[in-house]
């Protein structure tokens, strides 16, 4: 009861900076302390940047990665 994750491990980059990714698709697989979790994006895009390497440490709520959005079609 009210005992929440405060860290994850970074296991495995599943998009490589300058990818495009879609909505939904798997970024980044963390582990907890109970499981492993595969991250989606939260919208389509360009990963521009990993902020932490793999099997870094980190908290809840710590920026992981730099995404840009992709435009909408017109």
């Known amino acids: 009861f009210g005992i929440a ?4 491990v970074i296991l495995e980059w599943m998009v490589d900076e300058g990818e495009q990714f879609q909505e939904g698709e798997a970024l980044v697989r963390v582990a ?4 492993e979790v ?10 521009v940047r990993h902020l932490v ?8 709520g710590e ?3 730099s ?6 079609d017109r």
């Open 5 to 8: 994750m405060t860290t994850g």
């Open 32 to 35: 907890t302390d109970k499981a």
């Open 38 to 47: 595969d991250v989606p994006a939260p919208f389509s895009g360009v990963l």
């Open 53 to 60: 390497s793999e099997e870094a440490e980190v908290p809840v």
């Open 63 to 65: 920026p992981i990665a």
């Open 67 to 72: 995404l840009e959005r992709t435009p909408p």
